[in-house]
């Protein structure tokens, strides 16, 4: 079974930058798909993205596009979420999660960081 620690959260003026960390231990991490998620204050979960065992393939969901980039590192058990132009509206707790079944389904995610606070403010 796989644990999560996410890392790299933070206050960020809008069009800033924020690079989030998710450390993986206790199994092989290059056996699971990792994906990214948030949810802001009254706000139901949403699928930020995911990547898959060997970092080939990645999937952003449509509010992120073009500004996030996900990446993993498999030698040092980590995956990251890159954050670019950050708006107002990405402020969440973001969490890093791993499959070892389809990466693209958000219900498919059976293990799940702490979560990390990203706050977009000026």
């Known amino acids: 079974q796989v644990q999560l620690v996410e890392s790299g959260g933070g206050l960020v003026q809008p069009g800033g930058s924020l690079r989030l960390s998710c450390v993986a231990s206790?199994?092989?991490?290059?056996?699971?798909?990792m994906g990214w998620f948030r949810q802001a204050p009254g706000k139901e979960r949403e699928f930020v993205g995911a990547?898959?065992?060997?970092?080939?393939?990645?999937y952003y969901s449509g509010s992120v596009k073009g500004r996030f980039t996900i990446s993993r590192d498999n030698a040092k058990n980590t995956a990251y979420l890159q954050m670019n132009s950050l708006k107002p509206e990405d402020t969440a707790v973001y969490y890093c999660?791993?499959?070892?079944?389809?990466?693209?389904?958000?219900?498919?995610?059976?293990?799940w960081g702490q979560g990390t606070q990203v706050t977009v403010s000026s």
């Open positions: 999660a791993a499959t070892q079944r389809n990466p693209y389904t958000p219900s498919t995610y059976d293990y």
């Open positions: 206790g199994g092989a991490f290059s056996n699971y798909h």
């Open positions: 990547i898959t065992r060997s970092g080939g393939n990645t």
